[in-house]
């Protein structure tokens, strides 16, 4: 039987989006005069002194739980700087300058050491630096799997936009390809249902089954310094960037095409890594729900003119970053994403 909808899982997320939707309108009202603010799809921009400045931030969810689990820290820096690095340059912002909070249970020195190393390997690959942060010792109120340290981790990023305007979506034309840049692990979204599916296969210590853990602590691939060099050095007017995190397809593509009302035709997807399918196939999930969930494949998607594509994915060879064509942007009755999958399955979205 496939299950079309896991309704705890689906009303997260859309909960999720009204509490975002929530906290955006009261930001609002404390918009100063001094300064002047506009709104990229994943991070706001503010202009001081003539500089554009954007600014988002971001953590890595229950994927901390995963290290608790397998007692490994030292690769969850890069899911952190992935997560607030690449939502800056899915709006056009150089990602410079990060700060971060890691509220604990207790204070142990050889997994602060350990998440601390890795933090400073993905800031270098990521090319900003850490200028602050806090480590706060919560006591009972951060709680995890298991005995020792328990933690959440959050983090705040700024950089200069380095385009006139945010990259937006506005700029999106029928005509355009769609590039997406490939994602082997989850990342730092879907891990709930992902857990909940192997916590009812293999009970309590499922991370310990098949090698589930390893693959889902997968340290998230860090996209923004290829894309900013996109910009910078290959001088590429990337017209949307879709950043494929929380709400997958649905949620993050839809953002970027709402500006529009254009539609997404994705004839040529990559293909699932194989433990996605292999989740979808334990907890009965429908690609529906699947390409909601997770990224199923895919990291980043650039929305380009047809013309820079070639450039586009030479760059990225060069880079040793694996980028394909997936689609291209239609004008369709309605907007919608479609997504025809190899198997001869078609997902469809209205945004």
Known sequence: ????????????????????????????????????????????????????????????????????????????????????????????????????????????????????????????????????????????????????????????????????KPISGIDVKTGDLIIALKEEGIRSNGLTLARTILQNQFGNEWHLHQGWGDYLLTPSRIYAPFVVDVITKASIAIHGIAHITGGSFKSKLGRVLKATKLSALIDHPFAAPAPMLALQELGAISDHEAYRHWNMGHGMLLLVPALAADKILSFALKQNLQAQVIGSIEQLSKPQIVINLQTGKTVIYEY
Request: charged share 20%.
């Open 1 to 164: 039987m496939i299950l079309e909808t896991h309704p705890a899982s689906i009303a997260s997320l859309e909960n999720g989006d009204l509490c975002s939707k929530i906290a955006y309108t009261h930001a609002l009202s404390t918009s100063a005069q001094a300064f002047q603010t506009s709104d990229g799809p994943y991070a706001g921009i503010v202009e001081i002194a003539g500089a554009k400045i954007g600014i988002t931030s971001d953590g890595i969810g229950t994927k901390a739980e995963i290290a608790e689990r397998l007692k490994k820290y030292d690769t969850l820096g890069f899911d952190l700087v992935a997560m607030v690095a690449d939502d800056l340059i899915a709006s056009g912002v150089r990602p410079l300058y990060l700060s971060n909070i890691l509220d604990v249970n207790t204070l142990n020195p050889q997994v602060i050491d350990e998440l601390m190393q890795g933090l400073a390997k993905a800031a270098i690959y990521a090319r900003t630096q850490i200028v602050g942060g806090e480590i706060a010792g919560l006591s009972s109120r951060v709680q995890g799997y298991g005995e020792g340290t328990h933690f959440n981790w959050s983090a705040t990023a700024i950089g200069d936009l380095l385009c006139d």
